[in-house]
């Protein structure tokens, strides 16, 4: 065996530490053997760490090594184990000490190329379902000893199916895979045997919890599989065990493509034990399949590649075996396109693992024999590649690596020459393999045709040359103004770039073709400047300079939406990730449903790990910028009006704070547990209450958030994890963390900026209260301007039970009878202190928002009518934004009908330009003579209902 230097330094390290640890152990492997144990310390840091910290380890391997299969052993094995055992830590404890061993002889048989690579998938699939079952049954009868059995209407105990998902479901698990699960159970009911009954549904979301923190939390001995619950129906916000008929209610009514996707690898773990097993598979088959060959599968499979080879782009991914062109994801995509399509018709095409899949391809005539045996070939030569890579370490990559080292050990585990003969053979299958993708699912057809006029070549060639470039500026009829010398300026800077040379050949090709379109805009000198930030900042990153110069489409989505917004240009200019979006413009000028936004962020997380929370906060910035683009794009087509784009841009702010308290929560539960008054019941204890325009619907492009926290963790509460605090300081951490996270800085900006002052007492407050406290200081702290703001407060995150509290006191406070002049006193008084603070003074413009007659007099009356009358017209606390407060009024005789018609008609006019205003990087302000009707309106009322002189 000959080694590298690299190579032999390490195995000398491994072999001295293994020789220290179990010295007579190491002198059994003599001969062959020896040379094989070498081998496999070289290639794998994992192998050799368990062999040097495992007592026994190196004695079993010399035992077992030449061992043909274990797959038969795993289940009786681990439950002989566990058999005997009766506490949680030494439960965890076996279950890891099994994977490991198990683990080390799997990937002993992948270094020494013992055995196909099937073999080696099966037995990592094997190997977890034997883990997940045998957890399973030990927790189930611990649960059922302490909650009772949970039984149907009929009296049948009810198990846990738990659906495995994704490689798992199609027996093909990589080395250092997580496990994608879902969690059911046949029938609603009660337990029975135990001192108290609980829901079927709460006895298995103990039961699931459990099984989780069995398998995925980290002990001294290790972990033993990352676990990713969110496939399941609503992701992290759903149930985490749900009944039979509320999953195919789910699936039939709210089931998307990618569920589809999904739910072709589904397995139910130990399926053979359990007679419900054939009701559920029936049930999920027609949502999967279904009976009529369906095209329509095709469109869905290319837009999730799209956005797989966004991500590749947005992360930096290179060399990525499984996400890169022509991985192992685009021949799992091949396979279920015709899974997807034909399925329905064709049971040989409804197999989960890939291989069966591609034989019935090739039995039906699908695919030539000839691309089926390339796909078959590349397949397993990357699966193969994929596990020694992660053998190395046990680390969950697909990226090739980049130090010399590992690419030593992975070449030399391969087989290999050498690096280059390795990477030549695996850029070869990854050609092979996205050749038949391209033809079968490729991409959206584009519009090639990039001719332009001459001039426009000859423009950009003499950019630097200014008195030729305004003679033919001259000839073009442009305008020149100083477009001669912003181009100068733009090539001079753009010299100053580290640009590479296939760089500036797509530049030289881009940049006719841009000026051709955007020298023809009706002021072409305003929208130049914008253009040439934005390139300017991707100059150094030829894929977005490549994907304006492939798709002249999105060429003019650039222009149109800078020439719109100089606020969208430098979005644009800002995060170049974005430009991905204007691709597909069916997408682009129509924005989600305003409810689906919170299952449309869960979904995009859903493809990054929990645990990598970097990932995460940036994953969700990019998806805000991505759906306010959206949003922005169909305000300025004309698409939303402006009461609709607030309306868009709360929800979405909605989504994203539910987003953030899932992060921040699922942080702070890993590290204290949860407070333990939550183990009775549902939900989290904890609300978000939003406040000004994010609890009015009144939300602006940059608009910052205005919140509250409150919980209802009792005084004498602690937290129930490995490091235990004050249930109420877990509160105050969770808020703290919800801040930090809204406000980090990642590449993608921050979130929002959040506000948190209006919180009892202010910024001399807690940062988060109980609702009692709350209440207390309402009722008998807080001054007149806490009240106008609680008008427009409601809660937009939380458990129902805070939700109904909150709801209660606030209408307690605003209902309650206050002395008329009283109030206008203070209500007056309070907005003459921002006059002088915000009005302009000037005579010859009009602040849409700050001046007399403008949005905040509005405001203020609304919240005047509303502390005001609600004594006697309750109803007038329903609503908070002003809108319909006004509407309200109108129709509760408080104000004529007219009159609140007016009022709305003025709020709402003055609104859309003031949005407009924003949107075109404007400061808000008018001229003086704009507006004269709405502020008259608006100033008349202000004298009937808030005129000083009525105080007399």
């Known amino acids: 065996m000959v080694l590298s230097d690299s190579l032999s330094a390490n195995l000398n390290q491994h072999w001295t530490q293994l020789a220290e640890f179990a010295p007579q152990a190491l002198d059994q492997w003599q001969g062959p053997a020896r040379d094989q144990l070498e081998k496999a310390l070289v290639c794998s840091d994992f192998i050799a760490s368990a062999l040097t910290h495992t007592d026994g380890l190196l ?40 994977r490991q061993r198990e683990l080390v002889w799997i990937a002993w048989r992948d270094i020494h190329q013992q055995w196909p690579v099937e073999a080696s998938l099966q037995h990592l699939s094997a190997l977890a379902e034997a883990q997940i079952l045998s957890a399973y049954h030990w927790l189930y009868q611990r649960c059922c000893h302490d909650w009772g059995t949970p039984m149907s209407p009929d009296g049948d105990p009810q198990p846990m199916l738990i659906l495995g998902m994704g490689k798992l479901g199609g027996g093909e698990l990589n080395f250092s895979s997580d496990i994608d699960l879902i969690f059911t159970y046949p029938e609603n009911g009660d337990t029975q045997g135990a001192r108290r009954s609980i829901a079927n549904a709460q006895f298995f979301t103990r039961l699931g919890q459990r099984l989780i923190k069995a398998l995925d939390q980290p002990t001294v001995d290790g972990f033993c599989y990352r676990v990713d619950m969110r496939l399941r129906p609503f992701g992290d916000s759903g149930p985490l065990v749900m009944s039979f008929s509320a999953l195919e209610d789910y699936y039939q009514e709210q ?50 590649k799209q956005l797989i080879q966004r991500e590749v782009r947005r992360r930096g991914l290179t060399d990525n075996i499984k996400l890169g062109a022509g991985g192992i994801r685009e021949i799992e995509f091949i396979a279920q396109s015709f899974q997807l399509i034909r399925g329905g018709r064709e049971p040989s095409l409804r197999q989960r693992g890939l291989l069966e899949t591609l034989d019935a391809i090739e039995e039906l005539a699908l695919l030539p024999a000839a691309e089926v045996s390339q796909l078959k070939a590349a397949y397993c030569y990357l699966r193969r590649v994929e596990n020694l890579l992660q053998a190395i370490d046990d ?61 426009y070549h000859d423009l950009w060639a003499m950019a630097r040359d200014v008195d030729n470039a305004k003679l033919i500026l001259t000839g073009l009829d442009v305008p020149e103004a100083n477009t001669a010398e912003q181009l100068l300026t733009f090539k001079q800077e753009l010299a100053k770039r580290t640009v590479g040379p ?21 002021e072409p000198q305003q929208v130049l400047p914008h253009i040439t930030h934005l390139l300017l900042n991707i100059a150094t990153r030829t894929t977005y300079l490549e994907l304006l110069d492939e798709h002249p489409g999105a060429i003019d989505q650039v222009l149109r939406l800078c020439t719109a917004s100089p606020m969208v240009a430098e979005k644009l200019a800002r995060y170049p990730l974005l430009l991905d979006e204007l691709l597909d413009l069916t997408h682009l000028y129509q924005p989600l449903a305003p409810d689906a936004y919170r299952s449309e962020l869960r979904d995009y997380l859903a493809r990054i790990p929990v645990e990598d929370m970097e990932q995460q906060m940036e994953a969700v910035r990019q998806f805000k910028q991505v759906q306010l683009l959206k949003i922005a794009a169909a305000d300025i087509a004309g698409v939303l009006p402006v009461m609709r784009v607030s309306d868009h841009l709360t929800y979405l702010a909605e989504a994203i704070v539910e987003a953030v308290v899932n992060q921040a929560w699922h942080q702070m539960v890993e590290k204290y547990g949860q407070p333990t008054h939550l183990g009775e019941r549902e939900g989290r204890g904890f609300a978000v209450i939003g406040y000004g325009k994010l609890g009015g619907w009144e939300l602006g492009y940059n608009s910052d958030l205005d919140v509250v926290f409150l919980h209802d963790c009792p005084a004498d509460v602690e937290t129930d994890g490995r490091k235990v605090i004050d249930g109420r300081q877990f509160y105050l951490r969770l808020a703290q963390r919800i801040v930090h996270l809204f406000s980090t800085r990642t590449p993608s900006g921050i979130l929002y900026e959040i506000d948190t002052r209006l919180r009892p007492s202010g910024t001399s407050g807690m940062l988060v209260s109980t609702l009692e406290a709350y209440a207390d200081y309402q009722q008998n702290e807080a001054w007149t301007w806490e009240h106008q703001a609680l008008v427009r407060a409601r809660m937009i995150d939380g458990d129902p039970d805070l939700e109904s509290g909150f709801a209660q006191v606030r209408h307690r406070i605003l209902a309650a009878s206050r002395d008329q002049n009283i109030l206008r006193e203070q209500v007056t008084g309070m907005r003459e202190k921002m006059r002088q603070h915000k009005a302009t003074g000037q005579n010859d413009t009009f602040s849409i928002k700050q001046d007399a007659g403008g949005i905040t007099d509005i405001e203020f009356l609304a919240q005047y009518l509303v502390l005001g009358n609600s004594a006697t017209q309750p109803a007038l606390t329903r609503y908070s934004d002003n809108a319909r407060i006004f509407e309200q009024a109108g129709e509760l005789g408080v104000m004529t009908m007219a009159q609140a018609e007016r009022l709305k008609s003025a709020y709402t006019r003055m609104r859309n330009a003031l949005h407009r205003s924003h949107l075109a990087g404007e400061s808000g302000k008018v001229e003086a003579s704009a507006f004269l009707d709405e502020r008259d309106a608006v100033m008349q009322a202000w004298q009937q209902w808030l005129a000083t002189e009525k105080a007399s």
């Open 59 to 98: 004695q079993w391997l010399h035992q077992h090594h030449r061992d043909v299969s274990r797959e038969a052993c795993y289940q009786p094995e681990l439950t002989a184990a566990l058999e005997t055992v009766n506490d949680e830590h030494e439960f965890h404890r076996q279950l890891r000490l099994c």
């Open 395 to 455: 680390k969950q990559t697909q990226t090739l690596p980049d130090n010399a080292l590992d690419r030593d050990r992975l070449s030399f585990a391969m087989g290999s020459k050498d690096w280059a003969s390795l990477h030549a053979e695996i850029a070869r299958h990854m050609q092979a393999v996205n050749q038949v993708f391209s033809g079968l699912i490729g991409e959206d057809e584009q519009d090639n045709d990039m001719d332009v006029d001459s001039e």
């Open 502 to 522: 296939r760089g500036r050949e797509v530049i030289n090709r881009l940049m006719p073709v841009l000026l051709s379109k955007l020298l023809t805009l009706p």
């Open 255 to 304: 089931g998307r493509d990618w569920e589809r996707y999904a739910m072709v690898k589904a397995r139910v773990m130990g399926k053979e034990q359990y007679d419900c097993y054939q009701t559920l598979r029936q049930m999920l088959r027609p949502f999967v399949f279904r009976r009529y060959i369906d095209f329509s599968a095709i469109q869905a499979l290319r837009r999730m």
